[in-house]
């Protein structure tokens, strides 16, 4: 359904995001990209979610003509996005951009209520792990340390999100599928690449147990 890693780095903020959208039984409807990269800001946007909110929310930003402007207001068209979820009422927006001075920097939005994540807020992050949650936290540790060290070690935590359902999730519960795509932004511009390929099918459930394919 929705798999989105992100972290900030120096002159960097990268993504790493799947391609599925599945309907409420849980079966691959279409690939479709979860990111959208926005040259005139130098900044790109992740959505989780179902196929609408991403479009929605990615064709506003070429409306903004500033960073700054897209900062003020990006939080204020979140809460007027409406979503279709086939097993939550929430999504997550997170923002990568790299600001006049070369460094890269990361916000998030959630319509969420958690710890830390006020609803509708822009927080400012340096890394951040969507779906599915880690419940083992000493796994959970390597893994996420694995993804922050260099070079990064994707894989191994793109497995256990990949390998791992989701209790509230339709169907059998696995909600990570597709293609898995690297993506960097800088100062150059934003660069992707598909690191890992899994063999779903259109009209079928994501199965998890079946780890991967070669790229």
């Given at each position: ?101 070369g460094r890269g920097r ?110």
């Amino acid at each position: 359904m929705t798999l989105i890693n992100l972290q900030v780095r120096r002159d960097s903020v990268f993504f790493l995001t799947d391609t599925a959208a599945i309907d409420k039984k849980g079966r691959l409807q279409q690939h479709r990209q979860k990111i959208g990269y926005h040259p005139h800001l130098n900044a790109a946007v992740a959505v989780t979610g179902n196929v609408g909110q991403s479009r929605d929310i990615n064709t506003v930003m070429a409306h903004y003509s500033s960073q700054a402007e897209m900062l003020e207001n990006i939080t204020r068209h979140v809460k007027h996005t409406r979503i279709w979820h086939p097993f939550s009422r929430f999504f997550h927006v997170l923002i990568g951009l790299i600001d006049d001075e070369g460094r890269g920097r990361a916000f998030a939005v959630s319509t969420a209520k958690g710890e830390e994540i006020k609803p509708y807020t822009l927080h400012p992050v340096d890394d951040w792990i969507i779906q599915p949650a880690i419940e083992d936290e000493r796994f959970a540790d390597a893994l996420t340390s694995a993804w922050l060290k260099i070079p990064y070690d994707y894989r191994s935590l793109v497995q256990y999100q990949r390998t791992h359902p989701v209790a509230s999730a339709p169907s059998a519960g696995f909600i990570v599928g597709g293609n898995i795509i690297l993506s960097r932004l800088s100062k150059n511009g934003m660069e992707t690449s598909v690191v890992e390929r899994y063999p779903d099918e259109i009209g079928k459930p994501l199965d998890g147990r079946n780890v991967t394919a070669p790229v």
